[in-house]
Nanobody
Framework: QVQLVESGGGLVQPGGSLRLSCETS????????MAWYRRAPGKQRDLVAR???????NYVDSVKGRFTISRDNNKNTVFLQMNNLKPEDTAVYYC??????????WGQGILVTVSS
């Protein structure tokens, strides 16, 4: 059974930084893409950043220049470095991983709160 476990969330002041990690286990396949989504209070879950196994990354406009997604293909692990955090970044962040046939796997989510 594939499992994704996020870590690194918490409370941070505006302008601060956090680094999210997502460790995976149970997959026999390399993930063709890994991503971070978030769900802000009262809103739907939206894509934040996505990275392919080849290292190609894309970001939602609101985090460009502040967030960096990276991955360790050997460990099937993905990271999200978040700098200059803003109150509007407050959300539950979810790790996502996709295998070659399009099947998606999700983590349980981790809360990031940006507040003074």
């Amino acid at each position: 059974q594939v499992q994704l476990v996020e870590s690194g969330g918490g409370l941070v002041q505006p302008g601060g930084s956090l680094r999210l990690s997502c460790e995976t286990s149970g997959s026999s396949f390399r993930f063709v893409a890994m991503a971070w989504y978030r769900r802000a209070p009262g809103k739907q879950r939206d894509l934040v950043a996505r990275i392919t196994s080849g290292g190609s990354a894309n970001y939602v406009d609101s985090v460009k220049g502040r967030f960096t997604i990276s991955r360790d293909n050997n460990k099937n692990t993905v990271f999200l470095q978040m700098n200059n955090l803003k109150p509007e970044d407050t959300a539950v962040y979810y790790c996502n991983a996709q295998i070659f046939n399009g099947v998606n796997y999700w983590g349980q989510g981790i809360l990031v709160t940006v507040s003074s």
